[in-house]
């Protein structure tokens, strides 16, 4: 983004540190495991380095080093685990008991504790895991986070470093303006929960806020890169953002005065516990003494733009296909993006650090990615590659054939056997005669995976045709999966690798539906509420439910269209303050409301005002899913009159209505009514926007 006071400014984003997260039993190194009621409790797997420090935080209280703490000896001691291969690199908490029993005769028992593993220095890895524990008085034992829980079943929990740059977080740099010596920052990061987590938001995660630090050094050359805070300088927000879960996104607007300097700006963040979301400055606040790596966020002087992927990697010698190219630096007023030498279309500059486009046709192999900004070009060589035989498609359950067992709705359940139809497309000029071989079909630990029929045959295909196996006469695989104890994630898919005879291979993603408790295989909208669940646009409403009969409120849908039209990734720039009614910073969805109304998808609800709590009427849908499709200047055709209950012409939203309908997104509410003064509820919002956004729950 290009400053407003004479200097050009460029955003540089580097790469940051991740860990995995192991599976339960008999668990490699690479995630913290507690055992609830198992003795020893141990954490497994982090590497600790031989300074670690061990502290166990209590609310209300001092942080206390736990290997001297007032609680009696035997209540908590660490050792190497003898679960892990390299005792040096592991840590367990050998008396279970730290919380209770003699613990708790000592006076000590917290109603909330955090435990706080540290390493103090980046080769160590900072600060690497954090759990927080709440007193159970029931059973005088102790409760762990229940969504962490979730993830490895009702005896543990596996929870992922969720330090500030732990588990694939990163920060983008959302705008950088420079202005009298003055450089403002809009800063955002994310630190995604691991897999199967539900979202928290409710200010009760493991960490509850971070706080930014500046640095200043030549580019290229971070500063103090031990993992403490010398030579960093602590920044305050100027808009009180600075707060957050681990599991939600977190924003901060800094200034940072330049100085005249020409060196560049590192920021890195330090993070603070609590249970209760209260900023570092509080006197219950236990901050971290350790902070993440540093990223380069400003260089002066006139910096080109730096793509570094596109998603998805390959795709059809046809073109037409949207990608996503991330990076930095790449907003611009005439931000072009061209594959293998022809323009791209339809380029969406969605922020410095993101880009949307649409392929142009071009030749089979691969394609160098190139983005052009006013500040240079960056190019990704091979970035994209083009098939002459794509895939198409994927049909799941759809066709019964022996030895299958589903219930043919499109969806692959636990305890089911199904049949998988892929397709393809011929574009390599001739015809073709095609089969494939199945892998193994694969995914999370608790269920087993079963491929039954492992080869199918496409026949002869044409130029220019697309094929399936031949349904019907065992010429299609067969998958299944188990019932597990427990599911895996909310989220839950297995991986199934096809490979044709003529070479190409493509690993298939099965969802495994059933995912909410309280939306069964048959109700209205299964489909479509498991299709948004793997898209990404949603997550539920909590505690592993969907929520299908509640209405949708004016603010959610702008979550959600959003998030279906830019894709799960997406996170909208700042809010600036437009609507009376929506406080900025501070209102709920506040940036997508605000994005809404910036991308040309609503004016509000007249007087100022957007009327955020208000429930969405399926008049109103029509119109807010057609401009997200197609733009803020798109105008339907003239109604002709096709429900009874909507007037043509007169009607309000009537020829919205009826290109929504013409579209196939809807057929009406029966009886030839739309039932436009309806809420939509949170079911029917699921098929408008599948439908609308044409979300797949299976296919390329």
């Not at 011929?426 to 079963?450: D, E, R, V, W």
């Not at 959003?562 to 406080?583: E, I, Q, R």
Request: hydrophobic share 40%; net charge negative; with cysteine.
């Amino acid at each position: 983004m290009i400053g407003q006071g004479g200097r050009s400014l460029a955003v540089v984003l580097l790469a940051m540190v991740a860990v995995g997260v192991a599976q339960v039993a008999g668990a490699q190194c690479g995630s913290a495991i507690l055992g609830e009621k198992a003795s020893p409790a141990v954490f497994q797997g982090i590497t600790l380095g031989s300074s670690t420090v061990a502290r166990l935080w209590n609310l209300g209280q001092a942080s206390q080093d736990a290997l001297a703490s007032a609680c009696a000896t035997g209540c908590r001691s660490f050792s190497a685990s003898p679960l892990c291969d390299d005792h040096g690199n592991c840590t367990a908490v050998t008396g279970i008991e730290w919380l209770n029993g003699a613990c708790a005769t000592a006076g000590f028992l917290p109603q909330t504790s955090v435990l706080l593993l540290e390493a103090p220095t980046v080769s160590d890895g900072g600060l690497w895991a954090a759990i927080k524990v709440d007193h159970n008085a029931a059973d005088a034992n102790f409760d762990l986070d229940a969504a962490a829980a979730r993830i490895c079943g009702p005896s543990c929990a596996a929870v992922a470093s969720p330090y500030a740059g732990g588990f694939g977080q990163g920060i983008d740099v959302l705008g950088a303006d420079e202005a009298g010596g003055v450089l403002t920052l809009k800063l955002a990061w994310k630190a995604p929960r691991p897999s199967g987590e539900a979202l928290d938001d409710t200010g009760e995660d493991l960490i509850t806020s971070y706080t930014v630090y500046v640095a200043r050094s030549v580019a290229g050359v971070p500063p103090g890169m031990t993992g403490g805070k010398d030579g960093w300088v602590r920044i305050d927000d100027t808009d009180n953002k600075q707060t957050g879960g681990y599991s939600t996104d977190t924003r901060a607007t800094v200034s940072v005065n330049l100085g005249g300097s020409s060196e560049g700006v590192y920021v890195a963040l330090g993070l603070n516990f609590d249970g209760v979301g209260n900023p570092d400055t509080n006197a219950n606040t236990v901050a971290s003494s350790y902070i993440s790596r540093g990223t380069l966020v400003y260089v002066p002087g006139n910096a080109a733009p730096l793509a570094t992927s596109v998603s998805p990697s390959e795709g059809s010698t046809a073109g037409g296909e949207k990608i996503v190219i991330m990076g930095t630096g790449l907003a611009g007023a005439t931000t072009t993006v061209s594959v293998g030498g022809n323009p791209a279309t339809g380029v969406i500059v969605a922020s410095g650090s993101r880009i949307e486009a649409i392929t142009p046709a071009g030749v089979p192999g691969a394609a160098d990615v190139v983005v052009t900004t006013p500040a240079g070009s960056s190019t990704l060589a091979a970035g994209y590659r083009y098939l002459d035989l794509p895939p198409v498609a994927l049909a799941v359950d759809e066709a019964m054939e022996s030895g299958t067992t589903g219930d043919l709705n499109g969806v692959l359940e636990p305890g089911e056997t199904v049949t998988l139809v892929p397709s393809w497309e011929n574009l390599t000029g001739g015809p073709q005669t095609l089969t494939g071989h199945a892998g193994g079909c694969i995914g999370p630990a608790g269920a087993t995976y079963s491929t039954t029929v492992t080869e199918a045959d496409y026949g002869t295909v044409g130029a220019g045709a697309s094929a399936t196996c031949s349904d019907g006469s065992m010429d299609c695989y067969e998958v299944g999966v188990t019932v597990p104890a427990s599911r895996p994630a909310l989220h839950w898919d297995a991986r199934f690798e096809e490979v044709l005879s003529t070479g190409e291979v493509k690993t298939w993603t099965v969802h495994v539906g059933a995912s909410f408790g309280d939306v069964a295989p048959g109700a209205f909208g299964y489909r479509f509420i498991e299709t948004m669940l793997h898209a990404g646009v949603t997550a539920g409403c909590g505690g592993g439910n969907y929520c299908p009969g509640n209405l949708v409120s004016r603010s959610q849908m702008a979550v959600f269209l959003l998030k279906a039209k830019h894709g799960s990734t997406y996170a909208p720039p700042p809010c600036t303050g437009v609507f009376n009614d929506v406080a900025c910073p501070g209102g709920f969805a506040v940036d997508w409301i605000e994005e809404l109304a910036a991308e040309g998808v609503t004016a509000g609800c007249g007087g100022g005002n957007y009327c955020p709590g208000s429930p969405v009427s399926r008049s109103q849908m029509a119109v807010f899913l057609l401009k997200a499709k197609h733009g803020s200047t798109y105008t339907p055709p003239p109604c002709t009159g096709v429900f009874n209950d909507v007037a043509c012409p007169g009607g309000f939203a009537v020829d919205w209505i009826e290109e929504l309908a013409a579209e196939g997104v809807t057929a009406g509410c029966g009886g030839g009514n739309y039932c436009p003064n309806d809420s939509v509820s949170r079911s029917q919002m699921a098929v408008f926007l599948t439908k609308n956004f044409n979300l797949l729950l299976y296919g390329p």
